[in-house]
Nanobody, 124 residues
Framework: QVRLVESGGGLVQAGGSLKLSCAAS????????VGWFRQAPGKGRQFVGG????????RYAESVKGRFAISRDGAKNTVNLQMNSLKSEDTAVYYC????WGLGPETPSGYAYWGQGTQVTVSS
């Protein structure tokens, strides 16, 4: 079993930055793909980006490309989501999720393990 805990959410003004972290317990991220998703009120869960833990490859949704960056910290068994140049439309609950097969699809159903989510609110 894998337990994921997100942290780092909060309130920020448009143009500002936030860093979210996703810490795993129960096992390491080795060979896993970790995805970040977000869900705004009344909307479905949207893929933000993801990282393959083994090779460090990342990919992002077009809406966040160039503004968000995902990284991994092996010592802390943590995946980080650095969010810069935040916009009001980035407001959502942000979730991290783990796919232990390492595929990291853009659909939520491809992930077996989820964190509880952390709220990000961007004021304009």
């Amino acid at each position: 079993q894998v337990r994921l805990v997100e942290s780092g959410g909060g309130l920020v003004q448009a143009g500002g930055s936030l860093k979210l972290s996703c810490a795993a317990s129960g096992r390491t991220f080795y060979n896993a793909a970790v995805g970040w998703f977000r869900q705004a009120p009344g909307k479905g869960r949207q893929f933000v980006g993801g990282i393959n833990w083994r090779n460090g490859n990342t990919r992002y949704a077009e809406s966040v490309k160039g503004r968000f960056a995902i990284s991994r910290d092996g010592a802390k068994n943590t995946v980080n989501l650095q969010m810069n140049s935040l916009k009001s439309e980035d407001t959502a609950v942000y979730y991290c999720a783990a796919d232990l097969w390492g595929l990291g699809p853009e659909t939520p159903s491809g992930y077996a393990y989820w964190g509880q989510g952390t709220q990000v609110t961007v004021s304009s």
